[in-house]
């Protein structure tokens, strides 16, 4: 936010009392004093540990785990587009997600991405407007149907050589391209001429 980036990204998982926080993988393990998945505890069940691990740490004791209200509240700080990418809970849940974003006052400028197609499917169903890009690994034909079907953007990895083919004809539909997580220079410059619109990168500083 303090460099001036467009949006930040940041991942979000279901507690067992329904509260949504900040973290990539399922298990705690990685980031936290404690062991197991973030979905079988509540967000007082979290606050008791730490986070105890991540670049700096030594900066900041007894860091406690973020919440999504806490994000966008960063996001609305330094004006900058929330990409919430959703990688836990049920498509029955992706209402309480809208909850928070409405409350926060940030659809207008919250973009959500998401793996899971029925999630995105459900996310869709609730809401027609607000933005949302489907992810995934490699393009086909099939996941460029879906797209259409659920009038989402794209998000897609910039490894796999097929889905280049795939880029003229979803700038021809309209669709918005975005690609994870770029880290090496020369390919943006790729990505930029081939005319993808955003980049997610983990290189936060100029």
């Known amino acids: 936010g303090k460099a001036g980036f467009y949006a930040a ?15 990539h993988n399922d298990e705690i393990d990685k980031m936290m004093d404690g062991e197991g998945e973030v979905k079988n505890f509540t967000y007082a069940q979290l606050l008791e540990m730490n986070i105890d691990a991540g670049k700096g740490i030594e900066n900041y004791p007894d860091l406690k785990i973020s919440t999504l209200e806490e994000a966008l509240d960063i996001c609305i700080e330094y004006s900058m587009r929330p ?32 793996f899971n197609s029925d999630r995105v499917s459900a996310m869709r169903a609730l809401d027609a407007d607000i933005e949302i890009w489907f992810l995934m690994n490699k393009l086909t034909d099939e996941i460029m149907e879906f797209v259409r079907e659920n009038n989402t953007g794209i998000g897609f990895n910039f490894g796999i050589p097929q889905n280049y083919f795939y880029i003229n004809q979803a700038k021809e539909e309209g669709i918005t391209l975005g690609s994870w997580t770029v880290d090496i220079p020369f390919i943006v410059d790729i990505l930029n001429a081939a005319g993808v619109d955003s980049i997610t990168t983990n290189k936060i500083t100029p």
Do not use: C, H, R, Y
């Open 9 to 23: 990204e940041f991942d979000i998982q279901p507690t067992a009392d329904g509260k949504w926080v900040l973290m």
């Open 83 to 114: 990409m919430i990418e959703v990688k836990g809970g049920e498509p029955e849940d992706m209402q309480s997600v809208l909850d928070v974003i409405n409350a926060k006052g940030v659809k207008d400028t919250a973009i959500i991405i998401d």
